[in-house]
Every structure is written in C-alpha cells, then in structure tokens.
C-alpha cells in the first residue's frame, strides 16, 4: 500500500513522513517506526470497530496490535484512536492534541513529556503507562484507568478525572488545579507535593494517600474519604472538607479556615496542626491528638470529644 509516496507495510520506516490528513484506514503497521511523523488529522481507526493503524480488513476475529510500534515524537493531533490497541507503545513526546482515545489501551505505553491537551482519553486503559511530565490539560479522563500509572510532573490542570481509577498512581509533583476528581479512587496514590488548588474532590477515595506537602487550598473534599491518609504539612487553608472521612490521618499542616463540620476525625494525629479559624461543627475528635494545635478562632459546637489529647474547651 502506498499513501503520499510512502510505502505503507509492517515495520516500514516512516519516521519523519508528512501523512498529514493521509487515509490509512487500511494500512498495517505493526512494529513500523512512525518517530517524528506528521500524522495530523490521519484516519486511523474505524467509527465501527475499535481498530487502530493495523488493518481495516478484518474478520470478527481480529485483534489490532500496535506493539512496539515507534511513535515517539509524532504528530497526532486530532487523531481517532478510539478503542486502538497501543499497549507498550512508545508514544514518547508525540502530540496528542486534541486526539480521540476513548476506550484506547495503553497499557504501560511511554507517554512521557506527551502533549494530550484537550485529548479524549475517557474510559482508557493506562495500567502502569509513562506520563511522566506529560500534558494532559483539560483533557478528559472520565472512568479511565490509570491504576499504577506514572504521572511524575504531569499537568492535569482542568483536566475530567471523575470515577478514574489512580489507585497506587504516582503523582508526585503533579498539578490538578481544579481538576474534577469526582468518585475518583486515589487509594494509596503518591501525591507528594502535588498541587490540587481548587479541584474537587467531593466522594473520593484517599485512603492512605500520600499527601504531604501538597497543596490543596480551596478544594472541595465533601464526603472524601481520608482514613489514614498522610497530610503532613498539606495546605489545607479554605479547603471544604464537610462530612469527609480523615478517622487515623496525620494532618499537621494548615487547615485555617478549613470547613470540617461533619467529619470524621477521630484518631486523628493534628500535634500541631493549624486549625486557625476552622469549622469543626458536629464533627467526631474521639481520640484526636490536638496538643500544640492552633485552635485561635475555631469552632467546635456540637462536636464529640471524647478522649481528645490536648484540647481545652
């Protein structure tokens, strides 16, 4: 098969090819080096079938196969991807912009330092896939799945993650400033000094998430679960956090102005935290430790105290 004078068939050589816009609906390029190609606006998947570069031939039988398939560094913006197989594919700095991978698998594929701005990545498949510093700005991740996956210094500023699973995920140094976290599950999830201004996370699982030195001011947390989560030196500053679950979290950082009315802190570790002016209304301290906290303004009516280390009413 031939497509703007490129020979089109397995493992061919097309780094750096122009096929901006090309129709390879049947082109099969299992193991071809795409490096650097301009694949902008390519057809490259069937609206019927989740098929990918593979072949548009194909029995009830079939199974596209993108492996070890070389697209680092190509253009694919506004690419349809949806549903392709790109399992341990090298997607290494390739722009994504804009691109349709819905439903895609990309299972432990290199997207590192990617550009999938504003890519459709909804219901996808990212098992322990590379997104290491890649950009992933208000792209829409809604029920993807990103279970162990790297996003080390990725940006998700604005991005959809609601009900994605980023359970075990690194995120560390990550920007999710208000993203939509909605039902997502960041159990266990590594977010050292991840950045969460204003994103919501109202319902979310974080239990036993790494949050220290994260900064998650003016987040919304109604409802969130943070048993046992590390908040050690998390800014948490206006964050609303109503009826969330933070039962055996350690939170020694700054909840001034923090709305807690509701939640649930009991066993809590707060030695020391910052709870200046905070709304801790009807909420459960049985057992808290709250010696050396700053409580300077804060309210606790209605709230249970049992066994509470180092308060004074």
Do not use: Q
Not at 212 to 239: F, M, S
Not at 281 to 291: N, V
């Amino acid at each position: 098969m031939e497509v703007s004078g490129y020979k089109i068939e397995p493992g061919a050589d097309l780094s750096e090819a122009n096929l901006e816009g090309a129709d390879l609906g049947g082109a099969e390029l299992a193991s071809a080096n795409l490096s650097r190609a301009n694949l902008k606006g390519a057809y490259l998947s069937s609206r019927m079938l989740p098929v990918d570069l593979v072949a548009a031939h194909y029995d009830d039988n079939y199974e596209p196969d993108f492996l070890k398939t070389d697209l680092s560094g190509a253009n694919l913006e506004d690419a349809d991807l949806s549903g392709a197989d790109l399992n341990d594919t090298d997607l290494r700095n390739a722009s994504l912009i804009r691109a349709n991978l819905s439903g895609a698998h990309l299972n432990r594929a290199n997207l590192n330092g990617a550009n999938l701005r504003g890519a459709d990545l909804e219901g996808a498949h990212l098992f322990r896939a590379n997104l290491n510093g890649a950009n992933l700005r208000g792209a829409d991740l809604e029920g993807a799945h990103l279970f162990r996956a790297n996003l080390n210094e990725a940006n998700l500023e604005g991005a959809d993650l609601s009900g994605a699973d980023l359970s075990g995920a690194d995120l560390t140094n990550a920007t999710l400033d208000y993203a939509y976290l909605e039902g997502a599950n960041l159990r266990g999830a590594s977010c050292l000094a991840g950045n969460f201004r204003g994103a919501n996370l109202t319902g979310a699982n974080l239990i036993r998430a790494h949050l220290r030195l994260a900064d998650l001011t003016n987040a919304t947390l109604i409802c969130a679960n943070l048993t046992a989560a590390d908040l050690i030196d998390t800014d948490l500053r206006n964050a609303s956090m109503i009826r969330a679950n933070l039962a055996g979290a350690n939170i020694i950082g700054d909840m001034g102005y923090a709305n807690l009315n509701g939640a649930n802190l009991s066993g809590a570790n707060l030695n020391g935290a910052d709870l200046t002016n905070a709304r801790v209304d009807r909420a459960d301290l049985t057992g808290a430790d709250l010696t050396d906290a700053l409580l300077g303004g804060a309210s606790f009516d209605g709230t249970k105290l049992i066994g509470v280390v180092g308060y004074r009413p």
